[in-house]
């Protein structure tokens, strides 16, 4: 590329650096819009200087004096105060709300059903700037509930919070489309045929590096089924994929994988690697008992080709806040 065709892409990028900021100031007015309007309608009827008619009122004097604004309908006006009365009180998302698109809001008020469901997916549109599409999969597959059943999970060896905190228990693989019955080869095909809606799924921080990729011990050649490189941990994670039931013996392979990525393929400024056994099932004692003498950072997780009932995910997370609050007690010597 010669020195011209370089000036004409910093051209480019300034025009699209300008057009990113427009349109993200063009957002900040207009959810500060709806943020004021909400304010003022919910100041008005909570002092009672109105009743539930002057919003039809509003509505209709909007319609005449402004025909060409769109979303001001009676049923835009509420959305607009339970978007301000939502979060008016929540110091922590409040700062956060003009940064997220309108639309993505509405679904987010419309699905959450808890104040720290809401502010969970407010930062996580944040972090990583969903799509409408994007944010839509992710309240469907039960998202925050998986994250949180993962995240409080008590695991037989403690991992670093930064290393738990990026990876679940169980992820939803409802867009491969496979068959009843399909091999590992087509397992992992499926993945890298769908591969950005697998990296939608695990998280957006992580950069594809290979399939079958291969390391070398002593004379012989290994292949390790996909390696990503994470870029908040700053480490290679490797992913082996099981059709079955997750088997002690995978992870003896899945250390030998991450000793041979360390020696060889780790960059000095870079943290170790981490293991994702991916598998149909698990045991869970089975999993405690294989990882209780394990030192590497290896996950078990689950996977389901199917979306998960949004009410069974959160009655675990409710069964699981429920034993930890008795174990709780039971520690601290209430029940003696």
């Known amino acids: 590329m010669n020195d011209l065709s370089k000036g004409f892409i910093n051209v480019v990028n300034l025009i699209q650096e300008a057009r990113d900021n427009a349109f993200r100031k063009v957002n900040e007015e ?17 002092s009672q200087k109105w009743g539930s008619s002057y919003v039809d009122e509003l ?9 060409d604004v769109k979303g001001f309908n009676r049923r835009g006006l509420y959305r607009m105060k339970q978007f ?7 110091e922590f998302v409040s700062p956060l709300v003009t940064q997220i698109s309108w639309t993505n809001h509405l679904l987010i008020l419309s699905s959450a059903k808890t104040d720290e469901e809401r502010e969970f997916y407010v930062k996580l549109c944040l972090k990583e700037k969903y799509s409408k599409r994007e944010l839509e999969r992710q309240l469907d597959s039960g998202y925050f509930e998986r994250f949180m059943l993962s ?9 670093p919070s930064a290393i738990k905190s990026n990876f679940l228990d169980t992820y939803v693989l409802e867009f491969l489309s496979l068959p009843e019955k399909f091999s590992e080869h087509e397992f992992k095909k499926a993945i890298i045929a769908n ?5 939608l799924e695990i998280g957006r921080d992580y950069t594809f590096v290979g399939e079958e990729y291969r390391v070398m011990v002593g004379n012989s050649d290994y292949y390790i ?51 994702i056994i991916l598998c149909a099932s698990k045991d869970d004692e ?30 675990k997370l409710h069964e699981l806040a429920e ?14």
């Open 225 to 275: 089924d996909l390696l990503f490189y994470h870029r908040g941990l700053a480490c290679l994670v490797a992913f082996e994929l099981k059709i079955g039931v997750f088997k002690p013996e995978h992870l003896g392979k899945m250390n030998f994988y991450l000793e041979a990525l360390d020696r060889e393929h780790k960059k000095n400024n870079e943290n170790p690697s981490v293991g």
């Open 286 to 315: 089975v999993v405690e008992f294989a990882l209780s003498r394990s030192l590497s950072p290896t996950l078990i997780s689950e996977y389901t080709l199917k979306l998960i009932d949004k009410k069974l995910l959160r009655q």
């Open 59 to 67: 509505a209709s004097f909007i319609s005449e004096n402004c025909p």
């Open 84 to 90: 301000y009365e939502t979060y008016k009180d929540n």
């Open 151 to 159: 995240t409080e999970k008590l695991e037989p060896v403690p991992l």
């Open 30 to 46: 207009l959810i500060l819009l709806y943020w004021n309007v909400g304010k003022y309608i919910s100041e008005q009827l909570v």
């Open 323 to 336: 034993m930890a609050d008795f174990n709780m007690i039971d520690s601290e010597g209430y029940n003696d």
């Open 195 to 199: 591969l950005k809606d697998f990296i």
